[in-house]
Every structure is written in structure tokens, then in C-alpha cells.
């Protein structure tokens, strides 16, 4: 395999995944704002809820859900974050796979899922259209597939705004907030209609849009992220159910 056949987001959390583990727990921009709102969007009740935690990362969000009595499969395109994720995992019974979400997930059955959830993982890939196919053929009818993806207003200021607004995007930035050497992350920025137009065409109905405002807790901890936030959201969370 050359470099240029590796998956996108393993190119890119291969370089800090243990950083990245560490940092996630307690980033206020993870911890006090994109994780609170899109929890908001899970049911209320996860006990007994099978879940995939579709790109797992580090395995935070599995662990919560896991020890709220939800049964969780886990996914991740990056064999560090693999071996993060099992080992933070072990013992809660919660199977991690290595997979690129933007292949067929053909181990998995029909309607084997309640929940999809996919928080923060999507601007690694491409073509999104055919990801929402598959979680959607996992998805029972009724359930539902919750994710999270970099707002498009904010992604539009990052990416320096020099494009089209109307074209995808592709542009790589130097992460802070991960100790002296950035990693440089490459990512695909995408309008807001062609955030909801593939999860449309591949059979979803949009249940909730998020675009979450900056909280006390927030504020006090990170008013500069609280001030940057309060202005344009930093990330959109979206609800959808499988009819
Ligand atoms: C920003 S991290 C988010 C991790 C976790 N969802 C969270 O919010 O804590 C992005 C994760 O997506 C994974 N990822 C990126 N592209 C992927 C793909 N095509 N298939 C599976 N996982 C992918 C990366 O390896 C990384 O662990």
C-alpha cells in the first residue's frame, strides 16, 4: 500500500492518536461543547440500544454509551485509535474493528443498529452518499443515525474562503491545541445542502439540525472558544430517522 491508497482520516490521526486520546477527554471544544449537543440528539434511554459508534476514535463516546447500558460496535479506520479504543474498552464487551466507513461494512447485518452514531468523522471522507446507504441499510426502521461534521460557515473561514463556497473542498490546516509539533490535517469542507442532500438520497429523513450555542460551563473554562462560538457554531449535529 502507498501512502496515496491509505484512507484519508488514517493519514491524518495516525500522526497524534495518542494525543489526540489524551486531549478529547477534557477539550472544551470536545467535552463542554460538540459532546454535550450531540449526546442531545441520542434517545434518552440507551440501555439495551445497539449502537455503532462509527469511527470511534480513542473509544470515548463508546464507553459512555457502553456503561449506560447500550451494546456497542465500534469502528475505526486507524489502527492506533484501534488499539486506543480496545484498550480503554476492555471489559465493557464492546467489539472494535478496524474498517473504512467509506467501504461497504459488509460483516454487518441488516437492521442490526437502533443507533448510528458518527460524531466528527465524515469531513475524512469524500463521497458521503454512499456511507448513508450503508448506515442506513444497518439501521432498523425507526432508528436513527446521529453525526457530527465541522459547520459549514466555519469550515468555509478555515479553509481561507478562496473557493467557491458551492464546491467541496479539499484543504489541510495545522492543528493547535496538540503540543509543539502540529499535526497538519487534511479535510473536505462542503456546503450545507450537500451536507443534508446525500443523507436525503440515501433514504433518511431529517429529524433534528443542531447548530449548537456555547454554554456557561464553556464560557468559563474557554471564553475565547465561548466568544468564537457565540458568533458562528464550530460544528452542525444532525438527527435522522430510518423510515
Ligand atoms: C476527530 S476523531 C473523532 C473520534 C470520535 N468519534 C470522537 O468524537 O471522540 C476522527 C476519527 O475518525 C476516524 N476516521 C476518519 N476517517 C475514517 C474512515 N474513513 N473510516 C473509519 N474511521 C475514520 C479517525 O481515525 C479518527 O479516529
Redesign the pocket.
Known amino acids: 500500500m502507498t501512502i496515496d491508497d491509505k ?4 493519514r ?3 500522526q497524534f ?1 495518542a494525543r ?1 486520546a489524551e486531549a ?1 477527554q477534557t477539550k472544551p471544544a ?1 467535552a463542554l461543547y ?2 454535550p449537543a ?1 449526546l442531545s440528539l441520542l434517545p434518552a434511554e440507551l440501555r439495551g440500544l445497539r449502537i455503532l ?9 463508546a464507553e459512555f454509551l457502553a456503561r449506560r447500558g447500550a451494546l456497542v460496535d465500534a ?4 489502527p492506533d ?1 484501534v488499539a486506543l479504543a480496545r484498550t480503554r474498552l476492555a471489559g465493557l464487551g464492546i467489539e472494535v474493528r478496524r ?5 461497504p461494512l459488509d460483516w454487518l447485518e441488516d437492521g442490526r443498529f437502533d443507533v448510528v ?6 469531513d ?2 469524500a463521497e458521503w452518499q454512499p ?1 448513508f446507504a450503508e448506515f442506513h441499510r444497518i439501521t432498523r426502521p425507526g432508528g436513527c443515525f446521529v453525526f ?1 461534521v465541522m459547520h459549514p460557515m466555519t469550515d468555509w473561514e478555515l479553509s481561507g474562503a478562496g473557493g467557491s463556497y458551492h464546491d467541496r473542498e479539499f484543504f489541510g490546516l495545522a492543528w493547535k491545541g496538540y503540543g509543539d509539533v502540529k499535526p497538519h490535517l487534511q479535510s473536505y469542507r462542503r456546503s450545507f445542502s450537500a451536507i443534508l442532500n446525500p443523507l436525503i438520497d440515501a433514504g433518511w429523513t431529517i429529524d433534528h439540525v443542531l447548530e449548537p450555542r456555547p454554554s456557561d460551563a464553556l464560557k468559563a473554562v474557554d471564553p475565547n472558544f465561548y466568544a468564537r462560538t457565540a458568533r458562528v457554531p464550530y460544528f452542525i449535529c444532525i438527527r435522522a430517522i430510518r423510515r
Open positions: 484512507p484519508l482520516g488514517e491524518n490521526y495516525e492518536a489526540f478529547v470536545n460538540e459532546r450531540t459508534d462509527a469511527g470511534c476514535g480513542p473509544g470515548v463516546y469502528v475505526d479506520v486507524t485509535m474498517a473504512d466507513l467509506a467501504r452514531l458518527c460524531p466528527l468523522v465524515l475524512n471522507i456511507v457530527s
